[in-house]
């Protein structure tokens, strides 16, 4: 992959310190001591409850020929590579990757929507071509790099997904990826409790493509059914896009409306400005799942890949664990969609649960939108509100916004539709449930990934 010596030559930094020879090989770039391999280069990142710095020594007995650290390690003989933020540096070697990397890079962040998205254009890329992508969740200033280091040099593509918790990090994350073409899938209310406003979201957002316009060549993948992201597009005057719409806009690139769609599927016919029109399916429920479909058919137009090929291929898509899994058990329908959650995913998989046809009763357990922060018990209160008048046949809450769930749900419902929980008492809610769930029910489970509400199902 690379040698120490040419990170020497190449990572610009100030108070960077190499310790030990410099012609040794690096095979891959690991942070995580359970997945390392022989010849990997070992970085060591300090958190919240564990020092990867404790782990060194575990690095070295599993094969690491070197280190990046922010301390001097004792009584360890590999290279050494100090640093005063290993994080920072870890972004950096993926910088200095990712300039060897000769072939496109799609980069993607929004609201809602981003690994859906991302796993259908890997989906259609990945038909006929040789494709590396962000695996999983890691997508932050931490996982990015990782990502990056693992792309192959002989691929076609690459797709990197872009998370964000604070102002600026989209901008890093932009900066390390250096993408050729660059989507925003949407701007909701996802982390509005840490930024503060919708315009502060989409000013995060928008960091990706800040980066693009500084670009002497980029091009950008545009929602045009979102309204802040046509503004915005509107008033940089940028004129590299390809634009999509779902339901269909007049004057965009690509258009997708439904056809049809039942509880595990559904169909779509998808127009091009080339003037070709196809139909296609797709193993996803939800109008807002079709949304990421017209994205991800989008960001592949713009790479050269015909819509009929991309309808083809998405025949063999297969959900993402836990964001709108279909299980059939014991003569129940869930649909399983707990990996995150925020007002808008929440709405969007109510909405879709409801209309779900040819069963008895329409039941929802859902748990707390985490760092939702001042606007906590607003939308959780809101959520419940929705709940009631979508007239779900029973609702079970769970977690430390319960109340905040039940008291908007009485607003439009009675006492008897709902039940509530303390995160404390899941327990109790799994018996409670397995007694109340009969053959022929819907059940909808939906909550941020912390509260694992899977567990539930398993």
Not at 241 to 266: H, M, R, W
Request: charged share 25%.
């Amino acid at each position: 992959m690379f040698k120490i010596s040419d990170l020497h030559k190449n990572i610009k930094e100030n108070n960077i310190i190499f310790i030990g020879k410099e012609d040794v090989l690096i095979s891959s770039v690991e942070h995580d001591t359970r997945r390392i391999q022989k010849g990997a280069l070992y970085v060591a990142i300090k958190g919240d409850n564990l020092d990867g710095h404790d782990f060194v020594n575990d690095a070295v007995a599993k094969g690491a020929v070197a280190c990046l650290v922010s301390k001097k390690i004792k009584n360890v003989d590999i290279p050494q590579i100090i640093v005063s933020d290993t994080v920072y540096t870890y972004g950096e070697i993926a910088k200095y990757w990712r300039k060897k990397i000769k072939y496109p890079i799609v980069a993607l962040t929004g609201s809602n929507g981003k690994t859906t998205t991302k796993d259908i254009i890997y989906t259609i890329l990945a038909h006929k071509h040789k494709v590396c992508r962000t695996q999983g969740n890691f997508n932050n200033l931490i996982g990015l790099p990782y990502t990056l280091l693992s792309f192959s040099k002989d691929a076609e593509y690459g797709i990197v997904e872009m998370g964000m918790n604070a102002k600026g990090e989209v901008a890093r994350l932009s900066e390390i990826a250096d993408p050729d073409f660059a989507l925003v899938t949407n701007v909701g209310r996802a982390h509005i409790g840490k930024l503060g406003s919708i315009e502060a979201v989409l000013a995060a957002k928008m960091e990706l493509f800040d980066y693009m316009l500084k670009k002497d060549k980029n091009l950008f993948v545009v929602n045009a059914s979102d309204k802040l992201i046509s503004e915005w597009i509107s008033e940089h005057n940028v004129k590299s896009k390809i634009t999509y719409s779902c339901p269909p806009l007049k004057g965009a690139d690509i258009n997708v409306e439904q056809i049809s769609e039942d509880f595990e599927q559904q169909g779509f016919k998808v127009s091009s400005k080339d003037g070709r029109v196809v139909t296609g399916n797709i193993q996803l429920s939800g109008i807002h799942n079709l949304y990421n479909v017209t994205a991800g058919i989008a960001a592949a137009f713009s790479l050269g890949i015909k819509i009929d090929d991309a309808a083809q291929a998405l025949r063999t898509f297969i959900p993402p664990s836990m964001r709108s899994n279909v299980v059939l058990r014991d003569g129940v329908k869930y649909l399983v969609d707990c990996y995150n959650a925020n007002p808008d995913s929440m709405t969007a998989a109510i909405n879709t649960g409801i209309k779900v046809d040819g069963v008895k009763r329409h039941l929802a357990i859902v748990g707390d939108m985490l760092e939702l922060d001042d606007f906590s018990a607003q939308l959780h209160q809101e959520i419940g509100s929705l709940l009631a008048q979508k007239k779900y046949d029973h609702v079970f809450v769970i977690g430390n916004y319960a109340e905040d769930y039940k008291k908007g749900f009485l607003k439009y419902s009675s006492v008897d539709g709902i039940s509530s929980y303390k995160s404390e008492d899941i327990l109790t809610l799994k018996k409670d449930i397995k007694a109340f769930i009969k053959s022929g029910d819907f059940v909808l489970l939906k909550a941020s990934r912390g509260m694992k509400l899977e567990t539930i199902l398993n």
